[in-house]
């Protein structure tokens, strides 16, 4: 395998790691929002799986400048501290990742703070989370073009949509069934709460991942001449299949939750839906590693 490819496999499983884990952060305070809404279901784990999140993004954000330094270095040397400093320091890109570690110290303190002061903890940490969104496109093609608000605005609600839908379902699954220790009451009234932000969110995903894919891509042809087009094309249709297993649990699962073993097939095919996503989050990953063919790189 050649250094570039390497370079990219690197850079792509660094982004799909802190995708992850900006979902799974969004989908901790979706679910805590919606939990409450319904009352009634306990939420001492959610403080876990916001700790668990922001591991998995400091493990994505130091892996993401250790892929940079090597995508710009390594493939000539090794990749070394002072590498690893010069690009933090001295390039574009490791400024604008600067501004995104440092919202993610922010959160990662913030959460020190839940369980004693929970009350404005939250939504200090809701805050902070946002910050997290809104930087996140700042190292990507959003910066690519000459206006960069616009796409910036439809990637951040992208990413916003997605762990609304996504990131829910993962902690619903998590921590929420086992919160409600099997009583389909319970379970019901969140999956209640949750599909319609499911749907919504899911609509708002689509709509800015298209006009996104219409500002990048500069021309219907190119969908099909270039890799970008063609990778994009491939989300698509992961998107389709994710979002089709989530009507299937929307129109079939959810009804029959009261039913012996309804629980079981909400977990299985939520399971499933999660899987196809990793996936998508995985081509995306490699996605927005590929020169643009609209004009920008
Ligand atoms: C389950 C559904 C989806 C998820 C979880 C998802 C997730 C993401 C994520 C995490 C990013 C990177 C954002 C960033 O780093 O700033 C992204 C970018 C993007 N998404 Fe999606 N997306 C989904 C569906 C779609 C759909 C349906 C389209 C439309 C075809 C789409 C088009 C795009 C485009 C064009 C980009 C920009 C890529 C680049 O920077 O070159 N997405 N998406």
């Known amino acids: ?4 490819t390497q370079a990219l496999i690197w850079l792509a499983a660094a982004k ?27 939420l001492g784990s959610v ?8 591991a998995l993004l400091v493990v994505g954000c130091a892996a993401r400048l250790w892929a940079q330094t090597y995508a710009t270095f390594g493939l ?4 070394t501290g002072e590498l690893i400093r010069l690009v933090a320091e001295e390039t574009r890109w ?10 993610l110290t922010v959160a990662v303190a913030l959460a020190g703070l839940l369980p004693v002061a929970p009350r404005w903890g939250w939504p200090a940490f809701g805050v902070a989370t946002l910050a997290m969104i809104g930087t996140a496109p ?47 009451v319970r379970v019901s009234s969140l999956v209640d709460r949750f599909s319609p932000l499911a749907l919504g969110s899911a609509t708002t995903v689509a709509v800015t991942g298209g006009l996104t894919a219409l ?3 500069g021309g ?5 001449t270039s890799t970008y087009g063609r990778v994009l094309l491939l989300k698509t249709v992961l998107f389709l299949t994710t979002a089709m297993v989530g009507a299937y649990n929307w129109r079939r699962v959810r009804p029959r939750l009261g039913a012996p073993g309804g629980v079981a097939a909400l977990r299985r095919a939520g399971t499933v839906e999660l899987t196809i996503a990793s996936v998508l989050l995985a081509v995306t990953a490699w996605l927005v590693h590929l020169p643009m063919p609209g004009g920008g790189h």
């Not at 000539?76 to 990749?79: G, Y």
């Not at 490791?94 to 919202?103: H, I, K, M, N, T």
């Open 16 to 42: 799909w790691l802190t995708d992850l884990g900006l979902l799974w952060m969004v989908g901790v305070l979706a679910f805590r929002t919606i939990s409450r809404l319904v009352g009634s279901v306990p």
């Open 47 to 54: 403080p876990r799986q916001a700790a668990a999140a922001l």
């Open 220 to 224: 219907l042809g190119q969908f099909w």
């Open 1 to 4: 395998m050649d250094g570039e």
């Open 76 to 79: 000539d040397e090794p990749v």
């Open 94 to 103: 490791g400024g604008r990742w600067v501004l995104q570690a440092a919202s």
């Open 215 to 217: 500002l990048y891509v």
């Open 138 to 184: 700042l190292t990507g093609h959003a910066m690519a073009g000459e206006s960069v608000w616009w796409p910036m605005l439809l990637q951040g609600l992208h990413l916003l949509g997605a762990g609304a839908w996504l990131g829910t379902l993962g902690v619903l699954l998590a921590s929420g069934l086992a919160s409600c220790r099997g009583d389909a």
